[in-house]
């Protein structure tokens, strides 16, 4: 019964650590995503369309998909200048609120890790099992071995 109960904590902190990893690498391309659009941000009214497609070129590169930029791109004003400019600076805007979003995902999913990781290391020791190092947001967790002491002596 323990054992089973020890495997369902597993699996639900394995599963935590999958997502917590995708929602780290949703926040790294977010990043230069955010990187690239404030770069246009500064050209202000002198952004060229060509700027926009070179820094679009750069995020694909870096793992953005290259059909949602493609749908973005569609969005595109024909002009450059102003109409260009304050289209930038929308996207811009969009991107920083979704890195809000993210974070705030990731503390949430960082949390619910860690404590699997403790109820897992409470379900090992209740278990009378050995240790199993479980990885958690780069760190390391072991319970006690409760034979370690006697071994030593």
Same mark, same amino acid.
């Given at each position: 019964m323990i054992s089973e109960i020890h495997n369902a904590i597993d699996s639900h902190h394995m599963a935590l650590k999958a997502q917590y990893g995708k929602v780290k690498?949703?926040?790294?391309?977010?990043d230069v995503v955010r990187k690239e659009l404030d770069g246009?941000?500064?050209?202000g009214d002198a952004v060229s369309r060509d700027d926009v497609i070179k #820094?679009?070129?750069?995020?694909?590169g870096h793992g953005f998909g290259s059909e949602k930029m493609a749908t973005i791109l569609a969005g595109m004003p024909t002009a450059d200048g102003q109409p260009l400019s304050e289209w930038v600076?929308?996207?811009?805007? #969009?991107?920083?609120?979704?890195?809000q979003v993210s974070s705030a995902i990731r503390g949430q999913v960082g949390h619910h890790l860690a404590v699997a990781g403790l109820r897992s290391l409470a379900a090992n020791h209740l278990s009378g099992g050995n240790a199993t190092p479980i990885q958690s947001?780069?760190? #390391?967790?072991?319970?006690?071995n409760p034979n370690a002491l006697e071994a030593q002596g």
């Open positions: 690498e949703d926040l790294r391309i977010i246009l941000v500064n050209l #820094a679009s070129g750069r995020i694909v600076r929308k996207h811009d805007f #969009a991107a920083r609120q979704q890195e947001g780069g760190m #390391a967790f072991t319970s006690p």
